[in-house]
């Protein structure tokens, strides 16, 4: 594992549990919006880097204060060795939220299967015709599909969520998103906030109204019961 930084404790990143947040190093996606360039193109060695030895020490210091462990990225699951950690976290009694993009629908099933994740979010970057140019890369989207149907009969918690902007959202994409994940439980849908990201073309990038947000919220009504708004304005 590579591990690149650490929240020692959030109310918001796992939902209804006092958590840290694990940031991991790397991701396959290279989306120009991402808020988080450090942890995907930053070199290795410009990076702060955490051993295992040294969370699971804090996670054992702070049992007790702690509900649960969220994992992040990067891309979580581009690590091998992702399982064996999380069952050394599992160890110590707390619950774990992974945050993934869906690419490695493989590590997922391993990780449901053994009981080692309790709560999953995956992001949704746009309809599926949309992922390469979404992504900046080449996408399996037979993936993203196989990881929807994994997670939807995991009997697990969990969540699927898109960050919106204009340049790349429409209620065409947001429809074909919506057949994608028809009987889902829980969808968020997240406003772009411009800041710091991988490509400077979106740090002043037009955003989604509120108003806007609704629309599209509406389009999905149909597909999924239960969908939240985060208009970040």
Do not use: W
Not at 47 to 68: H, V, Y
Not at 126 to 154: A, C
């Amino acid at each position: 594992m590579i591990i690149s930084g650490l929240e020692k404790t959030t109310l918001i990143d796992y939902p209804g549990k006092i958590a840290a947040t694990i940031f991991t190093y790397g991701c396959n996606f290279r989306c120009g919006f991402c808020h988080n360039p450090d942890l995907v193109i930053g070199k290795k060695e410009d990076r702060p880097i955490i051993t295992e030895e040294e969370i699971l020490t804090f996670l054992k210091k702070r049992k007790g204060i702690l509900e649960g462990v969220c994992i992040t990225g990067g891309e979580p699951t581009i690590h091998k060795d992702l399982p064996t950690f999380i069952n050394k976290i599992k160890k110590i009694g707390l619950n774990v939220k992974l945050d993934s993009n869906g690419t490695n629908p493989e590590m997922l099933k391993e990780l449901i299967e053994n009981n080692l994740i309790d709560y999953i979010a995956m992001d949704i970057k746009n309809s599926l015709s949309e992922y390469n140019l979404t992504t900046n890369t080449s996408v399996d989207t037979g993936k993203i599909k196989e990881s929807i149907k994994i997670i939807l009969s995991s009997g697990l918690h969990y969540e699927f969520r898109t960050t919106l902007l204009p340049r790349l959202h429409n209620k065409t994409a947001l429809d074909e998103i919506g057949r994608l994940l028809k009987g889902a439980k829980k969808y968020t849908l997240q406003g772009f906030r411009p800041g710091i990201t991988i490509s400077k073309s979106f740090e002043t990038e037009k955003i989604f109204s509120k108003e806007d947000l609704i629309e599209l919220k509406m389009v999905l009504k149909k597909y999924v019961k239960d969908i939240e708004v985060i208009d970040n304005l």
